[in-house]
């Protein structure tokens, strides 16, 4: 399993969420547990046992598994609606080489089927709750966009840094400054960013916070930069960097970088209201 484990909750139901070579796997295990909390295994062996529950997962192994077993696959289809016939998910993996169920061992054990499969079995404990696993699986996937959408961003404010301190250690830093005096340069340098975009200095900032209605807030100045400043910064921080080997005074750089942010979030900040404004006209 290649991220952490992830739960939802539909109707006082837990459900676990786990990812399998990149794909969202739901626990059939704890969805079962809706209809009867006691036997899990058996709701599961009763539903994998119908033939329309086997016809369907042996065309989404057919779409998604090369490897898949096609006469273990028949020879399981043909018994099915027999006498006594019961499929249970370890025959139907170790039969037929499947990959939409897999089971897991340990804290978070129990029989896991991929979405596209979960959603069936949902379906056939309860449309109800079939809606609401989708409903509640799906804003899961949306905050993991947003999240991952600020990952992004923070990402590329970090990318862009280095090479903004790389410039500074390169032109700079003279040799044979002690760590103490090189971190005191890389300040300043990340100030007059800070000075040129925000107004103010990392101190001012954290002094001005310290006290009134903002004095909850933790971290630094950047930490609360709207996704226009970021974008904006991550480009002063290059400017900056191509400025300083280029030799010019800090106070002309500080000078001329407020400039190109007045001008950079002007446009950033008009762009974003002009969308704002088509979107709300559709």
């Given amino acids: 399993m290649s991220k952490k ?35 899990t295994g058996l709701v599961i062996s009763h539903w994998m046992s119908t033939k329309y529950t086997i016809e369907f997962m042996g065309l989404w192994e057919k779409m998604h598994n090369p490897d898949f077993n096609v006469t273990e696959f028949r020879n399981i289809k043909n018994e099915a609606g027999s006498n006594g016939f019961i499929l249970s998910s370890k025959n139907w993996i170790n039969s037929t080489n499947a990959i939409g169920i897999i089971s897991k061992a340990g804290r978070y054990g129990g029989t896991y089927a991929h979405k596209d499969i979960a959603f069936e079995f949902a379906s056939w404990i309860s449309a109800e709750f079939k809606l609401f696993l989708i409903k509640e699986f799906q804003r899961l996937k949306d ?25 500074i250690k390169q032109n700079l830093i003279p040799e044979n400054l002690n760590a103490k005096q090189i971190s005191s340069v890389y300040a300043t340098e990340a100030d007059v960013l800070n000075m040129a975009l925000f107004g103010k200095t990392a101190k001012q900032w954290r002094d001005d916070t310290s006290t009134g209605s903002a004095s909850d ?28 080997k280029e030799n010019f005074s800090q106070h002309d750089r ?3 970088l407020n400039q190109i942010a007045i001008e950079q979030m002007k446009l950033l900040t008009t762009d974003i209201s002009n969308k704002l404004l088509s979107e709300t006209q559709q």
Avoid: F
């Fill in 217 to 244: 807030k933790k971290g630094n100045i950047r930490d609360y930069a709207n996704v226009s400043q970021l974008v904006c910064l991550a480009n002063l921080e290059n400017i900056n960097a191509l400025l300083i």
């Fill in 254 to 256: 500080l000078k001329k």
């Fill in 5 to 39: 484990n992830q739960n939802i909750e539909i109707k006082g139901n837990k459900i676990t969420i786990v990812s399998s070579n990149k794909e969202d796997y739901i626990s059939i295990t704890d969805i079962a547990k809706y209809k009867n909390s006691e036997a």
């Fill in 143 to 167: 905050e993991e966009q947003k999240q991952l959408g600020w990952d992004i961003k923070r990402n590329l404010t970090k990318i862009n840094y280095r090479i903004h301190t790389d410039a």
